[in-house]
């Protein structure tokens, strides 16, 4: 990998911190605020709204100038959102426009890859990549959840300036300050990305003229033999993830009795298991052999099912170590090694996946109307099962049949994928057979 590679990792790894620690001050500000309890996964909702509105626009936007223009660009949106949060804004609404920086900031981040890098080193690139995104997922839960803990804000709301008023007096508020600040060294990191050279077609500015040409692209992934198992198994990943983040706290505060900066830990767990994964697959996974860790999505399915099973009260509370206000105890190690083992599951089937849809992407288009494709399909996952997760929330069923009917869920969806993906090989092979004998 070249050194353009590692800067855009570094713009990632500072941009994707910030945006999971401020889902955690996001969280703490709706409590702060009395909020119900289903307005909490509605974060994630209005986050990911504009990967869908503006799909058919964001990829144009990512091809019309250099990537890291775009990511720059995109990243000051974020901070803009950021700061609309932290000066009164409602939580929602705040956390909406960051999600409009991060939906344009994607295509670009995902497409440079593929003008930087060879098609056989996509894999290993979105291994670093996907394990450096997860590892800011940890590194972002856990300080959104230190940030928000009482002895870090009593700090950070000790610090006061001379002669001016800050007016923040909460630790959802001090954490918002300092996550505003990973966004500027992160738009830093933007600006030291170089110029790829890659130059693609005058992009329309006409709104039906990118709808129609985003259309087209949707039909062309999904009508493709390898584009269309990639597509719908990324597609699954992401909304079901979207959606653990969320059951993962829930399930820490009911059976486990952890409040939310101790649940934002346990939910950061899980992602070392997806960066382990990760990592794994990029080391052991060619392209070509890509669609051969499909199974692992089913099991990953079955394994969420067991969280229902398990709760703190099965075994002593015998702390082993401790940092802080943090502890882990003996009753706490199944529910460690359960979502490390999910996580690491996650990561090993989605990472050749991506790459595999990143190489078809630009083998039948341009790389950011790909990944534009991409994230819409995602997204539309995310809503859809943030919504029915609300629903069930505001109607008061218990998180463990939530948690069964989830990882069921996964297990069936991923099990009808391989039932298509080996309907497609089959019809392939009929068909290069009948070519054969024809000559």
Request: proline share 4%.
């Amino acid at each position: 990998m070249n050194r353009s590679f590692y800067t855009i990792m570094a713009a990632q790894f500072f941009s994707s911190l910030a945006d999971n620690a401020l889902l955690i001050a996001a969280i703490a500000l709706l409590l702060q605020l009395d909020a119900p309890a289903w307005m909490t996964p509605l974060l994630k909702l209005f986050f990911v709204l504009s990967y869908v509105l503006l799909a058919a626009f964001v990829g144009a936007f990512a091809d019309s100038r250099p990537k890291g223009n775009v990511m720059f660009i995109t990243n000051t949106i974020k901070f803009v959102g950021c700061a609309v949060m932290l000066f009164g804004s409602h939580p929602l609404l705040a956390y909406a426009i960051v999600g409009l920086g991060a939906a344009a900031y994607s295509p670009a981040k995902y497409g440079i890859l593929t003008e930087l890098l060879p098609p056989e080193k996509l894999v290993a690139a979105n291994g670093w990549i996907e394990g450096l995104t997860v590892g800011s997922i940890i590194l972002g839960t856990v300080l959104g959840g230190v940030l928000i803990s009482k002895s870090v804000s009593h700090s950070l709301l000790s610090w006061d300036l001379p002669i001016l008023e800050t007016g923040i007096d909460t630790a959802a508020e001090s954490a918002i300050m300092v996550i505003m600040f990973i966004y500027v060294i992160a738009a830093l990191i933007n600006l030291r990305i170089p110029d790829t050279g890659a130059r693609y077609e005058a992009q329309t500015r006409n709104p039906i003229g990118l709808i129609v040409d985003f259309s087209h692209c949707f039909k062309t992934l999904w009508n493709d033999r390898l584009g269309q198992i990639s597509l719908a198994v990324t597609t699954l990943f992401w909304g079901a993830g979207a959606t653990l983040q969320f059951i993962v706290i829930k399930w820490a505060q009911v059976a486990l009795h952890l409040s939310l900066s101790q649940g934002a830990i346990l939910q950061a767990v899980s992602a070392f298991g997806v960066a382990g994964g990760a990592v794994w697959a990029a080391s052991r996974i060619p392209l070509r052999n890509s669609l051969n860790v499909l199974p692992y999505g089913v099991a990953m399915g079955a394994l969420v099912c067991v969280m229902a099973i398990y709760n703190s009260d099965m075994l002593p509370n015998i702390t082993l170590l401790s940092f802080g206000q943090f502890d882990i105890s003996l009753n706490m190690m199944p529910a460690y090694i359960l979502l490390i083992l999910v996580g690491w599951l996650a990561g090993y089937f989605v990472v050749p996946m991506n790459a595999l849809l990143q190489h078809r992407g630009h083998v039948l288009m341009s790389a950011g109307h790909s990944i534009a494709v991409q994230n819409f399909n995602e997204n539309i996952s995310v809503l859809m099962m943030l919504l029915i997760y609300s629903g069930l929330i505001w109607l008061d069923v218990p998180i463990q049949y939530v948690i069964v009917g989830f990882g069921l869920t996964v297990s069936i969806v991923m099990w009808m994928i391989i039932k298509r993906h080996a309907k497609n090989q089959a019809e392939y092979d009929s068909m290069h057979l009948i070519g054969e004998h024809k000559h």
